[in-house]
C-alpha cells in the first residue's frame, strides 16, 4: 500500500507533540520554546558549536531560563487547521491531549512549589481543575461520562502518588504508583487507569478501574520481569482492552547499554474483568526477531515504549 504524506500545518519552534485523533480530523498540542541561542553560538569547530565567549556563559543559561515556554493546541477539521494558544501563567511542567468526541488539552503548571491543574476544550475553553502543593507531572486524561478525568502523579519528598479527578472535577483518588495512564472505555464502563508501582527490588504495574464511588483494583498485570515499565492501552467500543508493556530483569535496569527487554500484551475482558494473554501470544510475551546481524544469530535486543493500537477489527 503506498501513501503520501503531505504538511497540515507549520508550528514554528515547537518541541514535545502530543496528538490524538478526532472523528472526522485530529486534536494536536505541543510547547512553544523560542530559540534563545543564536546571539550566543559561534561558527562550529573540529569539537561541534561552542559559546562565543565563556563570559557570556552564564548571561546564555539566564536566557534560556527567562526565556516564557507557550503551550499552542491545534484542532483540524478536514483540511482546516486552527490553532489556539493556551499560554501558561508559570513553568510548563507537563500536558497531554486527549481526542475522540470531547477532545481536550490538560496541562500543569507551576510557580515554585504550587502548581495549578488545567484544561482546555474546544467548546468551553480553559477551566481550572484543581491546585495545590510539591511536584506534580506527568498528566493523563480521558473523556467519559460527559467529563473529563484526569490523573497525574504527585511527589513530595520520598513519596509518589497518583491523583485523580473525577468527570466533575472533584478529587476522586489517591493511591500509590506512578507515571498513570488513564484511559476511556465502553459509557456503561468506568475509565482503566494503570500505575506503576515499587514492589520490594522490582516495579509492578497495577490496573485499576475507575467507578462513580471508588476505584476497584483489578488486580497487577500478568507475567512481565522484575521491572515492568512504559504500559500503552488501545480500547475498543465494547470495553476490551489492549495493554503492551515493557520488561527487563533487575540486572537490565541501566537503558545506557544493550540489555534485555521483553514486550509484553494482554487482553483485558470487560465482562469477566480478567487479563488473558494477547493475540499471536501463547503466554503474553510478544516473540522477538533479533536479526542484528548478517549471519541473523540472535542477540540481546532493547526493545523499548511500545505502542498498541488497533485497525478497524
Request: charged share 20%; glycine share 10%; aromatic share 8%.
Amino acid at each position: 500500500m503506498e501513501g503520501r504524506m503531505n504538511l497540515a500545518y507549520r508550528l514554528a519552534d515547537g518541541v514535545a507533540c502530543q496528538a490524538a485523533p478526532l472523528p472526522d480530523g485530529w486534536v494536536a498540542a505541543a510547547a512553544v520554546i523560542p530559540d534563545v541561542d543564536a546571539p550566543y553560538v559561534a561558527l562550529p569547530d573540529a569539537k561541534g558549536y561552542r559559546l562565543k565567549q565563556e563570559r557570556l556563559y552564564r548571561e546564555w543559561q539566564a536566557a534560556v531560563r527567562a526565556v516564557p515556554i507557550c503551550l499552542t493546541a491545534l484542532i483540524a477539521q478536514g483540511l482546516d487547521v486552527r490553532a489556539e494558544e493556551l499560554t501558561p501563567t508559570g513553568a510548563l511542567r507537563g500536558f497531554c491531549v486527549t481526542g475522540g468526541e470531547s477532545p481536550a488539552v490538560v496541562w500543569i503548571e507551576a510557580d515554585g512549589p504550587e502548581w495549578i491543574l488545567t484544561a482546555w476544550t474546544p467548546a468551553d475553553g480553559k477551566r481550572q481543575i484543581a491546585s495545590g502543593s510539591g511536584r506534580l507531572r506527568l498528566p493523563s486524561a480521558c473523556a467519559h461520562a460527559g467529563g473529563l478525568w484526569v490523573a497525574a502523579e504527585l511527589s513530595s519528598g520520598v513519596t509518589v502518588r497518583t491523583l485523580l479527578w473525577d468527570a466533575a472535577g472533584n478529587r476522586a483518588a489517591e493511591l500509590e504508583g506512578r507515571r498513570p495512564i488513564l484511559t476511556a472505555a465502553a459509557p456503561d464502563i468506568g475509565p482503566l487507569l494503570l500505575v506503576e508501582k515499587p514492589d520490594g527490588a522490582g516495579i509492578l504495574i497495577e490496573a485499576w478501574r475507575a467507578g462513580p464511588d471508588a476505584l476497584k483494583l483489578l488486580g497487577r498485570l500478568p507475567g512481565g520481569g522484575d521491572l515492568n515499565l512504559n504500559p500503552s492501552v488501545a480500547a475498543q467500543p465494547d470495553g476490551s482492552m489492549f495493554i503492551a508493556w515493557e520488561s527487563c530483569p533487575k540486572w537490565g535496569w541501566d537503558e545506557r547499554v544493550e540489555l534485555h527487554r521483553d514486550l509484553h500484551l494482554v487482553h483485558l475482558e470487560p465482562e469477566s474483568e480478567r487479563f488473558l494473554p494477547g493475540p499471536g501470544t501463547a503466554d503474553g510475551r510478544l516473540p522477538l526477531e533479533y536479526t542484528g546481524f548478517v549471519d541473523r544469530t540472535p542477540y540481546n535486543a532493547v526493545a523499548t515504549r511500545p505502542k498498541v493500537f488497533l485497525l478497524g477489527e
